[in-house]
């Protein structure tokens, strides 16, 4: 048994929760993996996992061992990167998490270029609007918008997205066109749920903040389905440029309170502490932000 190879499923077994998900990141079978496990349990003389028909769970020496096996994971990485010094290869399985809307629509469509470049890279790209645990995700890197609140990760910011307040010119019509952020509290405005400020949108004018405590009757945890209810003549909403950024130039909507600047949000690229970025993620994080700092659509409207 290869002993350092059957401790790297074992760690990735209790990351990603699954037999079967770490057989299909493998591209082997889940009785592989399960054989692999069981020749190490054998050989340790204990058992790692408490298996059930639910879930995996670990018993107190698999805690204890999987703690240990991170760290020896994480110093024979180093000391093989050490000694490529320069020279790792950038190829091999990336795991990235993002946003729904930010990865289809920032992400995905940036994939066929890195992919060019790198081609012995294999992208696994998981969308969700909720913010993804990246070591049960097993996740090499994730998209965040806004502030971060995890200090146990490692950040780096590669990017702003900058927000315009829009609605159709049949809504306005309908409603009135609001002068003031002030204002904002006599129209309906559409909700992102997944914001600290949600129900606040912040703006500035010379030095003077502006506070504005917003209501609604919709919302949602999808910034797409936000941008259809803009749409559908619903309501205001405040969302990032990228989103909204052809409706503007097609005249679908409009962009109002355009003399106040919108409180804008960063982006971070997150990987997780105890865990060494591999070439492949960093090549990726670097092409990311490249992309982003050009891109015509995250810039403000001017």
Known sequence: MDKLNAMA??????????????????????????KVLRALESQLGGKLLARSTRRLSLTDEGQRYYNQCRQILAAVDAAENSFQSGREIIAGPLRIGSSVSFGRLQIATRLPEFLRRHPEVQIDLQLSDQNQDLVSEGLDVTFRIGALNDSGLIARHIGITH?????????????????TPEELSRHNCLLFNLLTSQNFWIYEKDTQRYEVRIKGNA??????????????????????????????????????????????????????????????????VDYMSQALESAPELQPIK
């Open 9 to 34: 499923t074992f760690v990735r077994v209790v990351e990603r929760g699954s037999f079967s998900a770490v057989a299909r990141e493998l591209q082997t079978s889940q009785p592989t993996i399960s």
């Open 163 to 179: 927000r315009v307040t829009v609605a159709t010119p049949d809504y306005l019509v309908q409603h009135g066109l609001p002068q």
């Open 219 to 284: 919302q949602s945890n999808n910034s797409e389905a936000i941008r259809e209810m803009v749409l559908g003549g619903l309501g205001i909403a405040l969302s990032p440029v990228w989103l909204f950024s052809e409706d503007l130039k097609a005249g679908r909507v409009t962009a109002i309170l355009q003399e106040y600047t919108a409180q804008s949000l960063p982006i971070h690229a997150v990987s997780p502490a105890n865990r060494r970025q591999s070439a492949r993620v960093k090549a990726f």
